[in-house]
């Protein structure tokens, strides 16, 4: 989320937390999030190239990030819950 607030994109990302079904991002969104190094190092891990690894952020990454909020809100007293 900080990240996503150094880029200036945290409004979008913040929506992807509380969405049923998160929005689809694109390319561009999933390099500001997450360093070169990193998306190199899971390509290499995958066995994938970085571009299909990116395609597949895509879709994965808005998801992660909303399912990842639920199980934080699980730990939240019920009226603090998203």
């Given at each position: 989320m900080r990240r996503a607030a150094d880029h200036?994109?945290?409004d979008?990302?913040?929506r992807w937390r509380t969405a049923s079904y998160p929005e689809v991002t694109t390319v561009a969104v999933v390099r500001k999030l997450l360093p070169v190094a990193d998306r190199t190092h899971?390509?290499?891990t995958?066995?994938?190239s970085?571009?299909?690894l990116e395609n597949q952020l895509t879709l994965a990454l808005p998801?992660?990030?909303r399912d990842h909020?639920?199980?934080l809100s699980c730990?939240?007293?019920r009226w603090q819950r998203l």
């Open positions: 200036r994109i945290y979008r990302i913040s899971m390509a290499k995958l066995g994938m970085l571009g299909d998801k992660g990030v909020a639920r199980t730990r939240l007293p």
